[in-house]
């Protein structure tokens, strides 16, 4: 996955913290989604020293899945937001590649 999708993402989830319409989120969910599975994917092999991560991208992609999605309060999902944000600029280098 070619960097420039972790920053759009990164930027895409920070953006959410304004108002927007639904359709915005609904967007977001599916990019995310999209993102963090990509990434639990390319770090799960057995003994790999980013299994952990690999579980933590397949929890923000659970969260984010566009077909059940998990509903949440606004400021637990504002939270979710940066946390994700954060989370995948500082670890770009396990998704792109």
Request: charged share 5%; aromatic share 12%.
């Amino acid at each position: 996955m070619p960097v420039h999708i972790v920053y759009v993402t990164a930027a895409m989830m920070i953006i959410a913290l304004f108002p927007l319409p639904d359709v915005y989120y609904t967007f977001l969910n599916v990019v995310v989604f999209g993102t963090f599975g990509w990434g639990a994917y390319r770090n799960l092999s057995p003994g790999s020293p980013t299994l952990l991560l690999a579980l933590v991208y397949a929890l923000f992609a659970i969260i984010y899945n566009p077909l059940s999605q998990v509903i949440l309060p606004k400021e637990a999902g504002m939270v979710l937001d940066i946390a994700g944000a954060v989370l995948i600029l500082i670890t770009r280098r396990h998704i792109s590649g």
